[in-house]
């Protein structure tokens, strides 16, 4: 696609509750990574994919949270047994193979926790 | 492990004014350094980046910067600034390419 897409772009869930959010990123591009965006702790990063090596999983906050990547295209985040301190924008991004530093991110999925 | 300091967590200035956005760096090694804006509701856009070369960087929309590695610096530069320049800018760095380090953002405000 033309950019990087997010859904949903939107998503209000009960405490205790699984999500899952999904990025796909452009066509072509073989790394992608997430990002969390919320008051008081900046963007923080989550996880990043590379074509098929294992992922960097370095820095998921809980093991509630988990990310997976099929076909090297299209990425879903899932936060299982939600808290109120999930409630944030999740951010995705993509680069092509040997541009890691030309990322392009996608206008996020914006979280709320009730 | 890098981190980035942005000085500044809000900048009012007037259209047509300059405005520099401040940003500090701490890495034992050589790193790539980056600004994103970011629009109200939307994702991040890359401005422009540092990644060897030439210390002064050119960006879009009329933004450079100038990377300083012995002031471990990347401050952020436009001559003169317009309303639509209201945003958060963030810097960032990265040593390998695969994860970036954000600073906390910096919220510019062009009043008119």
């Known amino acids: 696609g033309a950019g990087v897409s997010q859904s949903p772009s939107n998503k209000v869930t009960e405490k205790g509750k699984d999500v899952e959010l999904r990025c796909d990123p452009i066509?072509?591009?073989?790394?992608l990574y997430w990002y969390r965006q919320s008051l008081g702790q900046g963007l923080e990063f989550l996880i990043y994919?590379?074509?098929?090596?294992?992922?960097?999983k370095s820095g998921l906050p809980s093991d509630r949270f988990s990310a997976e990547r099929t076909g090297g295209s299209v990425s879903t985040l899932t936060i299982q047994r939600t808290q109120q301190e999930d409630s944030a924008v999740y951010l995705c991004?993509?680069?092509?193979?040997?541009?890691?530093?030309?990322?392009?991110f996608g206008s996020g999925t914006r979280l709320t926790v009730v | 492990a890098q981190s980035v300091t942005q000085l500044d967590s809000q900048v009012p200035v007037f259209e047509e004014a300059p405005v520099e956005l401040r940003c500090n760096y701490s890495?034992?090694?050589?790193?790539?350094l980056f600004w994103y804006v970011q629009y109200p509701n939307q994702g991040l856009q890359l401005l422009l980046k540092y990644l060897s070369g030439s210390t002064l960087v050119k960006g879009i929309n009329g933004f450079e910067a100038e990377f300083n590695k012995s002031q471990t610096s990347f401050h952020l530069r436009k001559p003169s600034v317009h309303i639509s320049d209201t945003a958060e800018y963030f810097c960032?760095?990265?040593?390998?390419?695969?994860?970036?380090?954000f600073g906390a953002g910096t919220i510019l405000r062009v009043k008119s």
């Open positions: 991004a993509s680069s092509k193979r040997g541009d890691s530093y030309g990322y392009t």
């Open positions: 960032a760095v990265t040593q390998y390419g695969n994860k970036l380090v």
């Open positions: 994919f590379q074509g098929n090596s294992a992922p960097d």
């Open positions: 890495s034992s090694v050589s790193v790539y």
């Open positions: 066509s072509g591009h073989t790394a």
